[in-house]
Nanobody, 116 residues
Framework: QVQLVESGGGLVQPGGSLRLSCAAS????????MNWVRQAPGKGREWVSR????????YYADSVKGRFTISRDNANNTLYLQMNSLKSEDTALYYC?????????WGKGTLVTVSS
């Protein structure tokens, strides 16, 4: 069955960096668009970034553009999110999400806390 397992979250100071990973299994990872979506405490879900098949095109929310970079390793079925210049407002549970006619499979998330 489809599994998406995020890792790499943690506590980081403002201005710091983290790299999130998402290990995918149970489907042909290289043939799907993949996304990162986050949910801050007490708020709704916010789409963060998307990478299309092959990794040639990426999209970012305005709130993270220029600071976050999405990438994928199709040989190892892994999605990444490099997060730099982190701000307190980036604190959230970050989900790895498969896209097929909508966001159809979600991981359980990894928590990122940005605080001094």
């Amino acid at each position: 069955q489809v599994q998406l397992v995020e890792s790499g979250g943690g506590l980081v100071q403002p201005g710091g960096s983290l790299r999130l990973s998402c290990a995918a299994s149970g489907f042909a990872f290289s043939t799907y668009w993949m996304n990162w979506v986050r949910q801050a405490p007490g708020k709704g879900r916010e789409w963060v970034s998307r990478m299309v098949i092959g990794g040639s095109t990426t999209y970012y929310a305005d709130s993270v553009k220029g600071r976050f970079t999405i990438s994928r390793d199709n040989a190892n079925n892994t999605l990444y999110l490099q997060m730099n210049s982190l701000k307190s407002e980036d604190t959230a549970l970050y989900y790895c999400v498969r896209e097929y006619d909508g966001l159809d499979y979600w991981g359980k998330g990894t928590l990122v806390t940005v605080s001094s």
